[in-house]
């Protein structure tokens, strides 16, 4: 049974940082591609990030470029999202999800396995 569990989420006031932790069970990180995501109050949820099975990168989102860094520890089974330099507009519910592939899209379609989301409050 495939599981995600995100961690990490709080509140932050504006300019600071927060890391995220995805820890995943049932599978080896390193093998499908794990995107972030985030729904923000009254939006859309939206992809953020992804690292693909061989470890690359991807940035969906202008505004988080630069800003926010995926990375991943294969030893612990975790992706992790650090985030710096927080905004007001970062508040929202984060989400990590596995693709049933190597590779990453922005289409949250195409993931199928979800973890519960943690919730991140920037305040200005």
């Known amino acids: 049974q495939y599981q995600l569990v995100e961690s990490g989420g709080g509140l932050v006031q504006a300019g600071g940082s927060l890391r995220l932790a995805c820890t995943v069970s049932?599978?080896?990180?390193?093998?499908?591609?794990i995107g972030w995501f985030r729904r923000a109050p009254g939006k859309e949820r939206e992809a953020l990030v992804c690292?693909?099975?061989?470890?690359?990168?991807?940035d969906y989102v202008d505004s988080v470029k630069g800003r926010f860094i995926v990375s991943r520890d294969n030893a612990l089974n975790t992706v992790y999202l650090q985030m710096n330099n927080l905004k007001p507009e970062d508040t929202g519910v984060y989400y990590c999800?596995?693709?049933?592939?190597?590779?990453?899209?922005?289409?949250?379609?195409?993931?199928?396995?979800w973890g519960q989301g943690t919730q991140v409050t920037v305040s200005s």
């Open positions: 999800a596995r693709r049933p592939l190597g590779t990453c899209s922005n289409y949250d379609g195409s993931y199928r396995t």
């Open positions: 049932g599978f080896q990180v390193n093998t499908y591609g």
């Open positions: 690292i693909t099975n061989i470890g690359g990168t991807t």
